[in-house]
């Protein structure tokens, strides 16, 4: 299959793996590499390729989660806008599981709230024509991946002059998440994976900072083994020839300039919130997206009411540590324990590109294997 099999070759795999472990060897100390991405996250350990990296490589497992990165108080707003009893709330599957302060949207559903899964934001669109008796809102979160296909749709429904559908738009911006990181004294990182998906839309212009004023290396990456070993293996070479530069490993899918098309979109409809808050990492300046003025007929927090409450993690859980990059999932009391997939006490646990669920779904504990699942702590929740 084109663009597949060819990152999966086991030759070049093990070409790429001795020269990763003759790197390793000349840098001699340990290294610490944040992969951005769930996705990535995902790929490392359902393919066993931080097993296969020499001892003194590590991965640290960053916040390119958008489902992990939503706080309560924000899923507590989408409950309540969902139990307005006009409304049709729809929503990617990944949040039907995410639990806010007392339950989910799936158990929001099962208490008689009209939760649909959607696959895109265009599904909503089709749905709120469908039912023009029902208000439909779409929860629209995610990072620049999926925010150009919400503005898209936006634009569709101003066109066709739809007045019965609205976004509750919880988008995220990755520059500031990452700005937010770098700025933590208590995380040393040495380089980053950056974020394939995110990049195709934004392009590898806008990690210059990371290489120009923190002096961090950087390599965007595809998602296929090859790619991820490739991206270790570049960034391996510029931290042993002392270079500090935004490499672009994905360049079958990522141009310098990104999406010319998708970024119009998503300034057209969207700009910039003064401050959103994130799960672990707190409120951080200038990284949210708010539908604009123009546009507020279809802004879900014009139309309804809101709680708009902070509220704290579960006190047993380490999604927000985890998601800094502070801990690893191993490293939480409740993990595979109290949390696990049927019964998540976080967001790490629930999303599919979260790194709890990684660890706990392909089993690859080689750290965590020193303490079995079954001697841990057990936690009341």
């Known amino acids: ?13 093990e070409a790429l ?32 390729i931080e097993d296969m990296l020499p001892d003194n490589i590590e991965f640290i497992h960053g916040p390119g989660c958008p489902v992990c990165v939503m706080p309560k108080g924000r899923l507590d707003d989408a409950i309540a806008i969902s139990q307005n ?62 925010a150009p296909s919400t503005a898209f749709t936006v634009l569709q429904a101003a066109a066709e002059n739809i007045k019965n559908f609205s976004l509750f738009s919880n988008h995220v911006l990755v520059i500031p998440a990452l700005e937010a990181l770098l700025d933590n004294p208590d995380l040393q990182l040495d ?26 290396p950087i390599v965007v990456s595809g998602f296929e083994p090859l790619d991820i070993l490739q991206s270790v293996w570049m960034l391996l070479q510029q931290l042993l020839e002392g270079r500090c530069e935004v490499e672009n490993q994905y360049n079958r899918l990522v141009q310098k300039r990104g999406n010319i098309n ?88 629930v999303s599919s590109e979260g790194a709890c669920a990684a660890y706990y779904k392909y089993g690859r504990l080689s750290k965590f294997a020193k303490q079995p699942i079954a001697e841990k702590e057990k936690v009341t929740v």
Not at 18 to 31: A, D, M, R, T, V
Not at 34 to 39: K, L, Q, V
Not at 115 to 144: C, H, Q, T, W
Not at 280 to 303: C, H, M, T
């Open 1 to 13: 299959m084109k663009y597949v099999d060819e990152f999966r070759d086991p030759k070049k795999a």
């Open 262 to 349: 998708a970024l119009e979109a998503m300034n057209k409809v969207f700009e910039v919130r003064e401050s959103f808050e994130w799960r672990g990492l707190g409120d951080i300046p200038n990284s949210g997206l708010k539908i604009r003025a123009e546009y507020a007929q279809f802004d879900a927090e014009v139309k309804f009411k809101i709680p708009g409450v902070k509220v704290a993690d579960h006190k047993a859980c380490k999604c927000g540590e985890i998601l800094k990059g502070v801990l690893k999932p191993w490293q939480c009391k409740v993990f595979g324990t109290a949390c696990t997939p049927e019964t998540p006490i976080g967001t790490c646990m």
């Open 191 to 216: 380089g980053f994976i950056g974020p394939g998906h995110v990049s195709m839309v934004i392009g590898s212009v806008p990690y210059q900072f990371i290489a120009q004023e923190y002096h961090k």
């Open 85 to 146: 009893p006009n409304v049709i709330f729809t929503t990617f599957g990944d949040a039907m599981r995410v639990p806010g302060s007392k339950y989910s949207l799936l158990q929001a559903k099962a208490q008689g709230a009209d939760i649909r899964m959607v696959y895109s934001p265009l599904d909503s669109l089709k749905i709120a024509k469908e039912n023009p008796d029902k208000e439909v809102v779409f929860f629209a979160i995610g990072f620049e991946t999926t």
């Open 17 to 48: 793996l001795w020269e990763i472990q003759k790197l390793g060897q000349q840098l001699e100390k340990p290294i610490k590499i944040m992969e951005i991405c769930g996705g990535h996250t995902h790929s490392i350990f359902k393919y066993g």
